[in-house]
């Protein structure tokens, strides 16, 4: 599939890249990934392409990363494009109000690792043991147009999506990209402390209430917590600042499950789960739910009250768990 990606990126006069809707690190990190790489190859061989990525806001964190100030956000463009990239996206849905690039595309190419991803796209490459999509491009990429650009944006997405080589996705391929990509002369200290563990004073204020009111339940098996649209407002934080809580919540003593929910402004909750063993596959309960993810970390969205919501999602836990 390598060659497919490289011949189809040469063939097409325009490419957009696009990722799922709440764009994290690794969506973030691929798709500005594979818009460099094209970058490159468009310098290195004379070549003239339109290329551009479309992604909802994401946080400032990843200012640094080359091409953030050039994503598009726009939803009223006429533009239309020969071939669409889509990257880190469970499913078709996923990819929001930018999915009319990719059903209008003459061709679409999906690379992903989500375990949900049943496949979609005229050529796709899901890796679900990859640690992050960025793991995936990476191996797509011909060494030669990988310059500390590129390498940038991959180590950030692998960072993001390994918790910092923590998670059990992270293998030793993993670690030998993140090391190939040091080698490209990157800052990886300052990438960590800036796009993954730094959180604005309302960051940490609505975290500290977060984990004030969180809950425990199952015999100390699970953990809950949830915020509402009421008290996001009085801490003056939005969707993108909801980052990190959930892996607070996971490394919680003795938990197995963490499940933490925060209301949208359709009224709905936006679930995440993570898992601390194999014998519990997050990725099923969110699929049950229309969601989806992986078999540590996923989330779905549902409507409800918090309370109600916490039950449903604990007996689907339960049928695993026991
Ligand atoms: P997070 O909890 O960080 O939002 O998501 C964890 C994982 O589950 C990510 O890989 C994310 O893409 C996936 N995920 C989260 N919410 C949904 C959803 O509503 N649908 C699908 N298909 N995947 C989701
Ligand atoms: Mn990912």
Request: proline letters at 1%; a negative charge; glycine letters at 10%.
């Amino acid at each position: 599939m390598k060659e497919k990606f490289n011949e189809l990126l040469r063939q097409a006069e325009s490419i957009c890249v696009l990722g799922h809707i709440s764009p994290d690190g690794d969506c973030a990190g691929s798709t500005l990934g594979v818009y460099n790489y094209i970058e490159n190859i468009c310098e290195k061989d004379g070549l003239r392409k339109k290329v551009k990525v479309y992604l909802e806001e994401l946080s400032d964190k990843f200012a640094y990363l080359p091409g953030y100030s050039g994503i598009c956000h726009d939803t009223e463009e006429k533009e239309s494009y020969e071939l669409a990239v889509v990257c880190d996206c469970g499913d078709f849905g996923r990819l929001g109000k930018y999915m009319r690039y990719a059903k209008e595309a003459k061709s679409v190419f999906c690379a992903d690792h989500h375990i949900t991803n049943s496949g979609f796209g005229d050529n796709s490459v899901i890796k679900p043991d990859a640690s992050s999509t960025c793991e995936v491009v990476y191996d797509l990429f011909d060494e030669a147009y990988i310059d500390k650009d590129v390498a940038e944006c991959i180590y950030t997405g692998i960072v993001h999506d390994t918790g910092v080589f923590r998670y059990s996705c992270t293998s030793g391929h993993t670690m030998s990209i993140a090391g190939k990509c040091m080698d490209k002369g990157i800052d990886f200290g300052s990438i960590i402390d800036d796009s993954f563990f730094s959180m604005s004073f309302q960051q940490k204020k609505i975290l500290a209430k977060v984990l004030t009111d969180s809950a425990l339940s199952e015999d100390g098996k699970i953990v809950t917590a949830y915020v509402n649209s009421a008290d996001m407002k009085a801490f003056s934080v939005g969707k993108k600042d909801m980052d990190g809580i959930i892996d607070e919540l996971r490394t919680t003593g003795g938990v197995l499950c963490a499940i933490f929910m925060y209301q949208m402004i359709n009224g709905q909750y936006k679930i995440s789960m993570r898992s601390n063993t194999d014998e519990l596959d997050v990725s099923t309960v969110a699929a049950f739910f229309g969601g989806g993810g992986h078999v540590r970390a996923a989330g779905c969205s549902l409507s409800g009250k918090p309370e109600d919501i916490i039950a449903k999602l604990t007996e689907r836990i339960r049928l695993q768990i026991g």
